[in-house]
């Protein structure tokens, strides 16, 4: 066979294989964005006829009380979390790239949380949050520990904060240690020869070289906690009293068996947006400081 013969041999494989994945994508992913964003504009109940309303659904998005609390949950839940694991896993990189005995092994032990599913981890906690934590509480006599944090308004977003980043720092880790690898050990050394040390060589040094990987994590982080869902489902369902409630929970609860199917398309189509402007504006701002180091 000439080589005219493979390359068709070749174009007709790489046709056969993208054409089924083009069409299955298309099927399971655009399709339903596209019919999501029409029904946005109706008031459609997931069932039955509906009508189109225009703007409607938009509008009543920014006068609705149950929507502004759920939004403001989520971002103070997606804050919180963004920065207690960007610190612990930053901490737990360095740890796990020094020369120490058995680091391989001790990083395929901090890789398991992100193995194991939302759902399994959020039931676990549950458990846990449930009974054990409050049996231990009411036998060394701590009045706050003895009652199930999940069961308070005050205290329900601790759980699902601790949950959420126990599972999210082994994948921030991994990514910080790839990054750590990439210092070349002739920094460090010509670093120690001007004598920086310590905190100086982490802010001088290593920190200005691994900020690539800093602004992946921080972009990562945020998308995947503003889009809070298992943890929420497996902890509290929204409760106590709405308290908790995300913006994934609260248009799956209302629009798959609420009847505000249209209505709660509609703040889809605003949470993607929302977080689309987040991405943008977090790759903007970490553009400008990685140029500046």
Same mark, same amino acid.
């Given at each position: 066979?000439?080589?005219k !013969? %493979?390359t068709?041999? +070749?174009e007709?494989t790489?046709?056969l294989?993208?054409i089924?994945? &083009? $069409?299955?994508?298309?099927? #399971?992913?655009?399709l339903?964005?596209?019919?999501?964003?029409?029904y946005s504009f109706t008031?459609f109940?997931g069932?039955g006829s509906y009508d189109?309303?225009?703007?409607r659904?938009?509008?009543?998005?920014?006068?609705?009380a149950?929507v502004g609390?759920?939004?403001?949950?989520t971002?103070?839940?997606a804050?919180?979390?963004?920065?207690i694991?960007?610190?612990?896993s930053?901490?737990?990189?360095?740890?796990?790239?020094?020369k120490?005995k !058995? %680091?391989?092994?001790? +990083?395929g032990?901090?890789f398991?949380?992100?193995?194991l599913?939302? &759902? $399994?981890?959020?039931?676990? #906690?549950?458990?846990f949050f449930?009974?054990?934590?409050?049996?231990?509480g009411?036998?060394?006599?701590i009045?706050?520990l003895?009652?199930?944090i999940l069961a308070?308004?005050?205290?329900?977003?601790?759980?699902?904060?601790?949950v959420?980043?126990?599972?999210a720092?082994?994948?921030n880790t991994?990514?910080?240690?790839s990054?750590?690898?990439?210092?070349?050990?002739?920094?460090y050394e010509?670093g120690?020869?001007?004598?920086?040390t310590?905190?100086?060589?982490f802010?001088?040094?290593?920190?200005p070289l691994?900020?690539?990987?800093?602004?992946?994590?921080?972009v990562?982080?945020?998308?995947?906690?503003?889009?809070v869902?298992?943890?929420?489902?497996?902890?509290?369902k929204?409760?106590?009293?709405?308290?908790?409630?995300s913006?994934?929970?609260?248009i799956?609860?209302?629009?798959?068996s609420?009847?505000?199917?249209?209505?709660q398309?509609?703040?889809?189509?605003l949470?993607?947006?929302?977080?689309v402007?987040?991405?943008?504006?977090q790759m903007t701002?970490m553009?400008?400081?990685e140029?500046?180091?």
């Amino acid at each position: 066979m000439n080589k005219k !013969g %493979k390359t068709n041999d +070749r174009e007709r494989t790489f046709l056969l294989i993208t054409i089924p994945v &083009l $069409v299955l994508f298309f099927c #399971f992913n655009t399709l339903p964005l596209i019919k999501g964003f029409i029904y946005s504009f109706t008031n459609f109940k997931g069932y039955g006829s509906y009508d189109f309303v225009g703007l409607r659904n938009y509008k009543d998005l920014f006068t609705d009380a149950r929507v502004g609390r759920s939004y403001l949950f989520t971002f103070k839940y997606a804050i919180v979390c963004t920065v207690i694991v960007n610190i612990i896993s930053l901490l737990l990189a360095l740890g796990l790239n020094a020369k120490i005995k !058995g %680091k391989t092994v001790l +990083r395929g032990i901090y890789f398991i949380p992100n193995i194991l599913g939302g &759902l $399994v981890i959020g039931y676990i #906690f549950s458990f846990f949050f449930t009974y054990i934590l409050p049996a231990a509480g009411q036998a060394a006599g701590i009045e706050w520990l003895s009652s199930s944090i999940l069961a308070k308004e005050s205290t329900a977003w601790f759980g699902i904060v601790i949950v959420g980043a126990w599972q999210a720092i082994a994948m921030n880790t991994i990514i910080y240690i790839s990054g750590l690898q990439t210092v070349p050990e002739d920094v460090y050394e010509a670093g120690a020869i001007d004598g920086a040390t310590g905190w100086r060589r982490f802010k001088d040094l290593t920190f200005p070289l691994i900020i690539p990987f800093f602004t992946i994590n921080m972009v990562l982080c945020m998308k995947n906690f503003l889009m809070v869902f298992d943890q929420i489902m497996a902890l509290t369902k929204g409760g106590p009293s709405q308290s908790t409630e995300s913006i994934s929970y609260l248009i799956y609860q209302n629009g798959m068996s609420g009847g505000q199917f249209g209505f709660q398309s509609a703040n889809a189509v605003l949470f993607f947006v929302v977080i689309v402007a987040i991405s943008a504006f977090q790759m903007t701002v970490m553009g400008k400081k990685e140029e500046q180091l």
